[in-house]
């Protein structure tokens, strides 16, 4: 494969980089689902440039993000909206609690 010069050549993220527990007394299938989702959710969101949301919403300079960044914080933010436990060295959440 051949990137162009102007283009650059970004790899897409094959998964989040950080680490979800299911949420309390969750089954472990419906987590698997939640993730499954998730993951298309954030694919979905680089795709559309919705990172830019998720790190304004962050109070983060998209421009200070890199795409596996921008995956992570929207995969985050479906997997917490889903109930689910997210680990303390994680991005801060992009809704208000």
Do not use: W
């Given at each position: ?11 897409q993220p094959i998964g989040p980089a950080v680490a ?78």
């Amino acid at each position: 494969m051949v990137c162009g010069v102007a283009a650059g050549c970004v790899s897409q993220p094959i998964g989040p980089a950080v680490a979800v527990k299911p949420g309390r007394d969750k089954p472990f299938i419906v987590f698997l689902q939640d993730d499954s989702q998730c993951k298309q959710y954030a694919r979905e969101q680089l795709a559309r440039g919705g990172g830019a949301r998720a790190a304004s919403d962050a109070h983060v300079s998209r421009a200070q993000l890199n795409v596996q960044q921008r995956y992570d914080l929207a995969y985050l933010e479906c997997m917490r909206a889903k109930g689910n436990e997210v680990s303390k060295g994680a991005p801060p959440s992009t809704q208000p609690e």
